[in-house]
């Protein structure tokens, strides 16, 4: 067995624990392996260990990498902030986007999605813990800034995402997991078909899973440490 293939045996039985502890199907829960300063051939490696979901915040070095792999049947989620000069390439070659906090960002991005692909796939992204240097729409921006995105054409808002301000504390980091999932709830009875809460990362995906998340981030629990200098907040 190789160290990619085992860290994601490794990831899956974790997400399998935290589910049945939280008295959950762990089919519920996708994996999103974030490959971000990760080579082509270690993708490669972590798709024959079945892996299809793959993250990334660098779009430079995704659109490097793509054409290396375009023969596999990935899945592509671009993650964190977007700048308004990317948001054509992003529209163009990504099934996902984890970091719209802007109306303006989707709509450039609604008007770049061609009509001949599928929709593209939203979350909202959320500052949960108030971070003054974090991306994200705060709490009470989400609602309209949700309602605007949804009403775009070639986009489909599919739920929440934060990356909140790390903890070692457990009670913390569910709280701040759980404001996201009520931020959630209320958007549902307000009419909004919200499906998807992206949250959770390789340090606290337990906490996330406990709170309902549908999709955790996980980069280093399966590919490795990055380089300190490499690591940004949207995987740790």
Known sequence: MTTISGALQAVRD????????????????????????????????????????????YLQEALGKMPALAELPLEWHFIGPIQSNKTRAIAEHFAWVHGVDREKIAERLSQARSPDLPPLHVCVQVNVSGEATKSGAAPEQVP??????????HLRLR?????????????????????????KQRLCADGLPLDTLSMGMSEDLEAAIAEGATIVRVGTAIFGTRRKQETVNSER
């Open 144 to 153: 309209e800034l949700a309602r605007r995105v949804a009403e775009l054409p």
């Open 159 to 183: 739920g929440l995402m934060a990356i909140p301000e790390p903890s070692p504390d457990a009670g913390l980091q569910r709280a701040r997991f759980r404001r996201l999932r009520e931020l």
């Open 14 to 57: 974790r997400i399998a624990r935290a589910a049945e502890a939280a008295g959950r199907n762990p089919s519920e829960i996708v994996l999103l392996a974030v490959s971000k300063t990760f080579r082509p051939e270690q993708i490669r490696e972590a798709y024959l260990a079945g892996q299809r979901a793959f993250g990334e915040n």
